[in-house]
């Protein structure tokens, strides 16, 4: 059974960071690309980063660069996110989920995904 489980959101103070984690189990993680997403109340999910197999390979939607860092380590099956500078129009559930083609930034193309962890900015 696949699973991927995502921790470490929380309540924040703009300016502030968190790391998010995501430990993914049942499935060949090195095999599959790895991005987060995120959905705030009443939208669609929005993409945030994505990352190769491999790890030397990343993007980012434009309103996070600079502040926000993606990484993976297969050794642990987990990817994470690090979160600096955050701002209260960050605030909403983010998850994250694998696939096993290339990067992309359409949750469509995903095969998996996790049910995400509450990130709260305030202002």
């Known amino acids: 059974q696949v699973q991927l489980v995502e921790s470490g959101g929380g309540l924040v103070q703009a300016g502030g960071s968190l790391r998010l984690s995501c430990v993914v189990s049942?499935?060949?993680?090195?095999?599959?690309?790895m991005g987060w997403f995120r959905q705030a109340p009443g939208k669609e999910g929005e993409f945030v980063t994505t990352?190769?197999?491999?790890?030397?390979?990343?993007t980012y939607t434009d309103s996070v660069k600079g502040r926000f860092t993606i990484a993976r380590d297969n050794a642990k099956n987990t990817v994470y996110l690090q979160m600096n500078s955050l701002k209260p129009e960050d605030t909403a559930v983010y998850f994250c989920?694998?696939?096993?083609?290339?990067?992309?930034?359409?949750?469509?193309?995903?095969?998996?995904r996790g049910q995400g962890t509450q990130v709260t900015v305030s202002s």
């Open positions: 990352i190769s197999r491999s790890g030397r390979m990343t």
């Open positions: 049942g499935l060949a993680f090195s095999s599959y690309s």
């Open positions: 989920a694998a696939r096993t083609g290339g990067n992309s930034r359409y949750l469509y193309d995903y095969d998996y």
